[in-house]
């Protein structure tokens, strides 16, 4: 009886309109040139408007110890992209049921230049709140170490230190501000969640 790995599963392989047209294993799909494939970018809210940010864990094969946003994943093809998130929350977090909403897509290609991996990805982008009173157990063999970062900070961190930092989040860092700022608008235009 073969052991498979997380790098043995299936991804489901996507068109640039997001559109399933078959599916690979997660180390094909992310072999140089890298094959487009379905993803996601969770980040979890506290109720002061902080997100909860992971350091990937040293045995990554893409990105190692790069801050990273609270969760990431692929959803198996015909999962959906809620029940693929709630998943792998539980498993990198111990957290579960937490309800999750989308907020946007991020099309990303980016190579590592220790490992050699490509992440090619179509990432649905989505955001939810975590309870109060709830402690996530980080798996430690997913994330070295978490921390909450309020938007603003995170946005200055970014700027200043863009290599601690995995490719994509500040793609999924535009597309979760942008879905902020369209959200709240009307009411207080240049506010960050966070600020008050």
Known sequence: MSITTREDHLVELVDADGSAVGSATVSEAHQEPGLLHRAFSVFLQDSEGRVLLQQRAAVKTRFPLRWGN??????APGESVTEAADRRLSEELSVRGIALTEVGIYT???????TGRVEYE?????LGALPAGTAPRPDPDEIAELRWVSLP?????LSATPEAYAPWLSGVFEVLTTAFVTEQSSVHPTEWPGDR
């Open 70 to 75: 609270t969760c990431c994943g692929h959803p």
């Open 108 to 114: 990303y290609r980016a190579a590592d230049p220790a």
């Open 122 to 126: 179509y990432d649905h982008v989505l």
């Open 153 to 157: 900070s995170l946005r200055d961190e």
